[in-house]
């Protein structure tokens, strides 16, 4: 087994990891990332971003991904593919345990695992993903102006997404599978003062309809009385929750009851000094390619400075 001493390890490669490395790198520290189970995050899913600033026209996730990695790549980080298997917080410096049999020992971890979109799991969701089917009605809302289109889910999350596409679209509708929400009172209140969103209550989405280029419609299912329907529909956005990429540290440092990383107000630091947290496994409300990459830097900067007191 070999041992390698790292001064910043970083774990993850979505924009907050690949953010955090070329400031790292810059900083002199030349930080091994171990890249994970989907190098590259959740941008390397969705097609066009029209969301992150600094370019003027549309581009595609995975290429400004691949932009990034190189962008940190050429200041010094290393980048490996490679996953986070153990991490041992006893003594310091921490050891970490890969998946390929390796034993990294580091100064300071840097976790950037990301989070990940629940799906409703039906064979269509995946078809149309991308093509209709969105997780995320930030980075893709802008594409259904003025058409009609349904938010699946009763929480937190579905019901700011209905409210934020009611702006921008035709008509808005919500699908949940109970007839009560689990989303905070006044976003609900928001929700029923608003005249194009409509609550299907007590229904499921059975299918994604669409002609193989895109969506037009749901099938959808009554949990009541299993009476079949079909709505018209130009996009469907699941809300239904994300899982943080956060089994390997519960245990090992604190995590709030959905399984984000908890960090201490305003800065990067985590329940366990010389560990840092930036981006979705810490964020459940941005969630934003920009926000994880912002809180990217500011993990790097943190560990930085941390280790220059720790001299
Ligand atoms: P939640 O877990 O709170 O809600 C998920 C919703 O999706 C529930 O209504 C659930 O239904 C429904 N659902 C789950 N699985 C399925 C399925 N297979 N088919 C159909 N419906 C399904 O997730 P959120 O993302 O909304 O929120 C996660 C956390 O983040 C919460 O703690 C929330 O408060 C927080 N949050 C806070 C925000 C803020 O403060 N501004 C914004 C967004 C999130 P059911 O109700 O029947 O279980």
Redesign the pocket.
Known sequence: MNNEKEKILIVGSGSAGLTAAIYASRAGFSPLVLAGIQPGGQLTITTDVENYPGYENVIQGPWLMDQMQKQAENVGARIEYDLLTNINIESWPFKVNTDSGREIITDTIIIATGAQA?W?GIESEQKYNGKGVSACATCDGFFFKNKNVAV???????V?EALYLSNLCNKVTLI???DAL?AEKILQSRLHDKPNIEILWDT?VDEVLGDGIGVNALKLISTKNNSVSEIEIDGVFI????DPATSVFKGKINLDN?NYVITNKGETSTSVPGIFAAGDCVD??YRQAVTAAGMGCMAALDAEKWLAEKQ
Do not use: F
């Open positions: 629940r409703l699946i889910g009763g929480g937190n999350t579905a700011e949940h599978r109970r689990r499921k809300a239904i929750g994300h959905d459940k409300i």
